[in-house]
């Protein structure tokens, strides 16, 4: 199984004329590989989160990235050894190589999903832990500073991303919401499915 730690909570927030935000950061742990997901554009926070866990840049094998945001992605290339899974299609990126990857590249219990809708190309992971199936949802479920965190899956996604569709963006909501035990949002507070309603509890 893999463990998976939120090492950044992503936040966004708001201003007159633009927004102070960068995604949730998390490392997976799995029998043989790190695996850092949305690295986000944070510089500082990042670098101290790694010191906290006692791993330098070099030390991660992997940088998921669940789409091209900004807010999500600049910070990847901090990890020079990394290979990267990346938004755009069904390849690896290994510095200026690409290859296309086998679905089980970063372990049998991480599974890549197409999770459209934010923008068309969105993925999201599922991991098995022992606390159950955590998904990784990048921007498919997310918040703004300061709101309840209730999850509706008609909520309009408030980036006004180009590309967004919002009938792609419901149903890997629903997706997302069926194949898991706990969320972790591209921005905001992991928490726990609740599977008999709508309303959901953070999980801390
Ligand atoms: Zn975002």
Redesign the pocket.
């Known amino acids: 199984m893999a463990t998976i730690k939120v090492l950044i909570e992503?936040y966004?927030k708001e201003l007159k004329n633009g927004w102070i935000?960068?995604?949730t950061t998390c490392i997976i742990t799995t029998e043989d590989k790190k695996i850092i997901t949305?690295p986000g554009c944070n510089r500082q926070k990042l670098l101290e989160a790694l010191r906290e866990e006692k791993l330098t840049t070099d030390d991660i094998d992997f940088v998921f990235l669940?789409?091209c945001?900004p807010?999500?992605i600049l910070l990847a290339g901090i990890f020079e050894k990394a290979k990267f899974v990346t938004f755009d299609s069904n390849l690896i990126y290994d510095k200026d190589s690409l290859t296309v990857f086998d679905k089980n590249v970063l372990g049998k219990d991480i599974k890549i999903i197409e999770t459209p809708g934010?923008v068309l190309e969105h993925l999201s992971l599922l991991i098995d832990t022992p606390q159950g199936n955590v998904a990784i949802a990048?921007?498919a479920i997310?918040w703004v500073d300061g709101e309840t965190q209730v999850v509706d899956i008609h909520k309009e996604d408030p980036?006004q991303a180009k590309g967004m569709n919002m009938e792609d963006l419901i149903e890997s909501r629903k997706k997302l919401l069926e194949i898991s035990d706990f969320i972790i949002p591209?921005?905001g507070k992991m928490f726990k499915v609740n599977k008999l309603g709508r309303q959901v509890q953070n999980s801390r």
């Open positions: 992503g966004a935000a960068s995604s949305d669940s789409h945001h807010d999500h934010h990048g921007d997310w980036s591209g921005h």
